[in-house]
């Protein structure tokens, strides 16, 4: 009879312990809610730091209670936040209530303001507590922090559509009244966000498309999170650029040592309006001959922060007033500017240029850090990074890509804000931002080097555990991108 009580009791013990692991499902968000014991936030912006964004969360979590829900269809195979897609909730249990965190990436950074400064409506997921998903058979497992494990739900049911936009940038009177519609249809998920993350300062960003000053509509504040960006370019530009250079180099091999650099003079001269690159509608003022190779620019739309950024650090705008701008779209003549939604879409095109013929193989554009070429599939792949005045981004930390960053010797690094709106309710609405900035700024010493890649720790956030010039920048310009950085420490 002892034997079996103890079998009993094993097993009993068991149940409680898978329990335990188990990550939140739809039927108890549903159950939470019906309970008055449900919090649910959205929030949008910038794509670059999700992973950060993602564990961050996770960090009010319980252990072994983290689901992660997307729209992202069941045949994509990724399961790692910031390959989820653009519509992605995630939900676990904080104390005694069960919690949902919605994020909209869909546009970009400037989406963080523009739900406040000019109406935009967005898409999300919707109501995850009545979800029609699919839950796959492996969920995410993160090898170096088990705390960060989630089931994972796709093929999500999305409310509302994709942003469209017009001439203009803003958004269609027709895409804001359908999303509007969709989310009103979907009562029991957040109906407005409570703000986000954007890679840069709203300033950076034109008041005719919904930044600028924002001070009315909800506060910015220094998210103590660094991105570093680079110039990526298609293959056969990469080789050219280290043939008239002189570096020998062939094959797959792609050592960042080994690299082309251009200076950021000749690269704000390839991607300025009126520039000398533009105006020759040829390589000749870079590479000192014409082989009829079109200049094809890979750029990003104006809401994305990774344009806005490139704006800023090559041609000064709009931080030097009336400064340089980027061409428009153009896709005629020798000169062609393709504008992306996405990085995805970059990092498309740019290898599609490196597969093309003769004629349409030279292209470039800009990419946060987090992107590496070396783990994309091969629709993605066709891209390198170059080194800006002599600096490789990637140098002495070619799987992190941020020690020339934190070092301050690599120079295109931006640091991200936080948004919380006015609107936003009291309570856990109103805090999650707060707590996610909080929860990212001070990781444990064993979580220092587990900072995604290309991101770095700004040295004003109070950290003490990560190392300077390393994880943490050694310089910063205190939150103002268009301010020069100084040594912090």
Request: glycine fraction near 10%.
């Amino acid at each position: 009879m002892m034997k079996i009580k103890q079998i009993a009791f094993l097993l009993a013990a068991l149940s409680v312990s898978s329990l335990a692991t188990a990550g939140v499902t739809p039927a108890q968000i549903e159950a939470a809610r019906g309970a008055g014991t449900l919090d649910q936030a959205w929030i949008s912006g910038a794509t670059a730091p999700t992973k950060s964004i993602y564990e961050g969360w996770v960090k009010g979590c319980q252990a072994g209670t983290g689901s992660i829900f997307t729209s992202q269809a069941t045949s994509n195979t990724s399961v790692t936040p910031g390959s989820l897609g653009n519509f992605v909730a995630y939900a676990c249990t904080r104390g005694t209530r069960v919690s949902v965190l919605y994020q909209t990436l869909d546009g970009g950074s400037l989406n963080a303001f523009t739900p406040f400064t000019n109406g935009t409506k967005l898409a999300r997921v919707s109501y995850v507590g009545n979800a029609s998903c699919t839950k796959l058979a492996t969920g995410y497992v993160d090898s170096t922090n088990t705390a960060n494990n989630a089931d994972v739900y796709k093929g999500c049911a999305q409310t509302g559509a994709a942003v469209a936009v017009d001439a203009s940038g803003v958004q269609t009177a027709a895409n804001k009244s359908a999303n509007a519609a969709a989310l009103a249809a979907n009562p029991l998920g957040p109906q407005q966000t409570v703000g986000g993350f954007s890679d840069v300062e709203p300033a950076l960003f034109s008041a005719t498309i919904g930044g600028g000053n924002v001070s009315s509509f909800g506060t910015v504040s220094n998210a103590f999170i660094g991105q570093a960006f680079g110039v990526a370019v298609s293959t056969p530009l990469y080789r050219k650029l280290q043939e008239i250079q002189g570096i020998s180099e062939s094959g797959s091999s792609f050592a960042p040592a080994l690299a082309p650099s251009l200076t950021k003079g000749q690269i704000a001269s390839i991607l300025a309006e009126g520039g000398a690159v533009q105006t020759a509608e040829s390589w000749f003022p870079i590479l000192g001959e014409d082989d009829g190779e079109k200049v094809i620019v890979q750029r990003r739309v104006d809401t994305s922060g990774t344009q806005a950024s490139s704006n800023a650090f090559f041609l000064g705008n709009p931080c030097l007033g009336s400064s340089q701008l980027l061409p428009a779209s153009a896709s005629t003549g020798n000169y062609q500017v393709v504008l992306n939604s996405g990085s995805s879409n970059v990092k498309t095109n740019i290898t599609t240029a490196s597969n093309a013929a003769a004629g349409s193989r030279y292209a470039i554009g800009v990419l946060s850090l987090e992107n590496d070429p070396t783990v994309e599939n091969a629709a993605n792949s066709g891209y390198r990074f170059i080194k800006i005045d002599g600096v490789h981004p990637e140098a002495g930390d070619v799987a992190n890509a941020r020690l020339a960053a934190a070092s301050g010797l690599y120079p295109f690094h931006m640091e991200m804000k936080a948004f919380v709106a006015n609107t936003a309710p009291a309570g856990f609405q109103r805090n999650i931002v707060g707590t996610i900035v909080n929860a990212l700024k001070n990781p444990t010493a064993a979580a220092c080097a587990l900072l995604p890649r290309g991101l770095t720790l700004n040295p004003d956030g109070g950290n003490s555990t990560c190392e300077a010039g390393v994880v943490k920048a050694k310089f910063t310009n205190f939150g103002n991108n268009c301010a020069p950085a100084v040594l912090f420490e």
